[in-house]
Structure formats: structure tokens, C-alpha cells
């Protein structure tokens, strides 16, 4: 079983749905990073957070500490929004990340 | 690109050759890592340097080399004993401390044995 699980592993939404990813973990962790990567190949970091929740634009993300478990919203989708959703956790005395195998989203128009 | 360059972003590497990808940050910033990614895998650490002139092995480092003679310097270098080395590979840096954002990436190179 894998330290961080993700679900599920793909996604089609139509454009203007609101979407939720979720992310399990099973290991004591620092913090939760949720990260984009587009079909390049870069990757851009969404949020890092330790407690509670966080929201930029329309990006929404939460976290229970006591359940090990985080989940990514997306309200009013956007075929722009189509990528890979990766939830790491940074975990140990040298806070390395440990990556979930990600979400690949894609919004229809 | 958030202040850390990759470079190159395609490599073709030959059998029995080393090849060295390029990371550069210009934040200051002290950890720096190396991670390489495979179709329907998580993203596995090859290498980590908190520090200039130290760095740790991940848990994929045989066959790779890295060095940190400079801060804003982590060179990978994909040795010949890499027998598996066609794959993407990305550096990171930590996040700063007031960052809500956490890690930066660099935009990757793709190697690729011919």
C-alpha cells in the first residue's frame, strides 16, 4: 500500500462542474502540498498546508490532520483546468516529499 | 519559472554515456532536490543537498551523481550504470518561509537513451 493515495485516478468533468480530488495519507507528515502538472511537463505548486483550509481563486484546499486525509475542490471548471493533480506530503526529520501517483483531470467543454 | 532553471529540456544520451542535467536556483535557498518521473509512478527522489558541499541519497540514487560546490548549483549527472535512465526528471527547491505555495519546480528534462 502506497504511504499517500490518491482518488480518483482520472476525472471528467463538463466545464462549470465542481470538482473534488482526494488525497489519503498514512504517515506523520509536516505538511501537504497539492501541485499542477500540465501535458509539458512542469509543475507548479497549489497550496502547502499543515491545518485547516486554504483558497486561491478558484482552487479550494482542506485538510483533516486527525483523519490523515486532504482534499482538492475546484468550483466552476474550466477545460483549462485539465491536468495532473498531485498530492505529495512532506514527511521525516529532513521533510522529504512523498508523492501520491496523481489525479489526471480533464474538463470538457 | 520561479527562480530554478533546468536545463536542457530534451537529452538524448547514448548506451555506456554520462550525461549531466542542469539546476539552478537564484532565491538563496538552501535545500535543493532531484526527482525523476515515470509514466504512472509518483515522482521518487534520486538525491537531496540541504547544504553547500553535502547531499543525501534518495531512494533512487544508484546509477546517478550529483555534486553542490556552489548554493545556487545541483548538477545531476545520469551515470552509465543507470541501466533504466529514459525518464523526466525535475529539481526542486524548498519553499521559503512565508510561502503558502511550498515547493518550486523547474519545467524538467526529458531524457531519453538512443
Known amino acids: 500500500k502506497n504511504e499517500v493515495e490518491q482518488s480518483p485516478q482520472n476525472l471528467t468533468a463538463q466545464e462549470g462542474e465542481f470538482i473534488t480530488i482526494n488525497c489519503s495519507y498514512s504517515?506523520?507528515?509536516?505538511?501537504l502540498h497539492w501541485l499542477q502538472q500540465h501535458p509539458g511537463g512542469g509543475i507548479v505548486s497549489l497550496f502547502m498546508?499543515?491545518?485547516g483550509k486554504k483558497k486561491h481563486g478558484r482552487l479550494i484546499a482542506t485538510i483533516n490532520i486527525q483523519e490523515k486525509h486532504s482534499s482538492l475542490h475546484i468550483t466552476a471548471s474550466h477545460p483549462r483546468d485539465s491536468a495532473v493533480y498531485i498530492c505529495?506530503?512532506?514527511?521525516?526529520?529532513?521533510?522529504?516529499?512523498?508523492f501520491g501517483t496523481g489525479t489526471l483531470l480533464a474538463v470538457q467543454p | 519559472d520561479g527562480g530554478i532553471t533546468q536545463s536542457p529540456k530534451y537529452l538524448f544520451r547514448k548506451e555506456g554515456q554520462n550525461v549531466t542535467l542542469s539546476c539552478e536556483q537564484n532565491?538563496?535557498?538552501?535545500?535543493m532536490y532531484w526527482y525523476r518521473q515515470d509514466p504512472g509512478q509518483g515522482l521518487r527522489l534520486i538525491y537531496y543537498?540541504?547544504?553547500?558541499?553535502?547531499?543525501q541519497k534518495g531512494d533512487i540514487a544508484e546509477g546517478y551523481s550529483v555534486s553542490r560546490e556552489k548554493k545556487e548549483s545541483f548538477p545531476l549527472t545520469v551515470t552509465s550504470a543507470q541501466k533504466n535512465p529514459t525518464a523526466f526528471y525535475l529539481c526542486?527547491?524548498?519553499?521559503?518561509?512565508?510561502?503558502?505555495?511550498?515547493?518550486?519546480f523547474g519545467s524538467g528534462t526529458r531524457l531519453t537513451v538512443v
Open positions: 505529495a506530503v512532506g514527511s521525516g526529520a529532513t521533510n522529504k516529499l512523498i
Open positions: 504517515v506523520g507528515i509536516s505538511a
Open positions: 498546508l499543515s491545518s
Open positions: 532565491l538563496n535557498h538552501d535545500a
Open positions: 543537498s540541504q547544504i553547500v558541499n553535502d547531499f
Open positions: 526542486a527547491r524548498s519553499p521559503d518561509r512565508v510561502s503558502s505555495y511550498g515547493y518550486t
